[in-house]
């Protein structure tokens, strides 16, 4: 199935560095979401974005809503060893039919945090 | 009300045979999801519900799954004739509006 491109795939910081990843798409989202995801549990949403230019914080954690609804990104700031965990960017559209609801996923960006 | 439940957490079964995972929404959760996730890959959709119908199904979901909701409220998800290349994790999801919230998933195994 379609997935949105989703970079970088794995990242190693030293705690207390500030993070970055993106997540891009060759189709319009009415919304984007960030999720993170420990090992053998389900995702939890960290961050919602409903609007195009968005930028929203939610603690550490700040999203932006591409102006092209195509891309958004995810920064954290000051990364601590519980932010530890794959991290995930989702595409949802209201557009139509019966696919309301329905979230793509990013293939997730391995995050590693080294004390 | 402690989130969306699924049962069982873990299921092993054998080659060929049947499986039936379960799925408690938030209560006052109208639309209710079902995905599933392979390893190294984020979810993939599958069905979904809005009240007791079923709204959408992906071509993911072949005739040997089925997905219930009949009441409107818990969800099931069966498999029939197990294979190998089913072994995932099962994540399901419940919403009013806006994000979702996920469950903790069944992590089926076949072997």
């Known amino acids: 199935g379609q997935q949105l491109n989703q970079s970088p795939q794995s990242m190693f910081i030293q705690e207390g560095e500030d993070v970055s990843m993106n997540c891009t798409s060759s189709s319009i989202f009415n919304t984007w979401l960030w999720y993170k995801q420990d090992p053998g549990e389900g995702p939890v949403l960290l961050i919602a974005l409903y609007k195009a230019g968005e930028l929203t914080s939610n603690g550490r954690l700040t999203a932006q809503f591409g102006i092209t609804r195509k891309d958004s990104f995810l920064n954290i700031s000051a990364s601590i060893p519980s932010d530890v965990g794959i991290y995930f960017c989702a595409g949802q559209r209201y557009a139509g039919g019966t696919s309301y609801g329905k979230l793509t996923f990013g293939q997730g960006t391995i995050l590693t945090v080294h004390p | 009300d402690t989130g969306v439940s699924q049962d069982p957490r873990h299921k092993i079964t054998k080659r060929g045979q049947n499986v039936t995972f379960r799925c408690d929404p938030i209560s006052e959760h109208n639309r209710l999801y079902w995905y599933r996730q392979t390893l190294g890959q984020g979810p993939e959709f599958l069905t979904y519900?809005?009240?007791?119908?079923?709204?959408?199904k992906s071509r993911l979901l072949s005739d040997r799954f089925s997905a219930e909701r009949p009441k409107g409220s818990f969800s099931t998800l069966e498999i029939q004739r197990t294979e190998q290349g089913d072994s995932a994790m099962y994540l399901c999801?419940?919403?009013?509006?806006?994000?979702?919230?996920f469950g903790s998933g069944t992590r089926l195994t076949v072997v």
């Open positions: 999801a419940s919403s009013l509006e806006g994000g979702y919230t």
């Open positions: 519900f809005q009240n007791e119908a079923q709204l959408e």
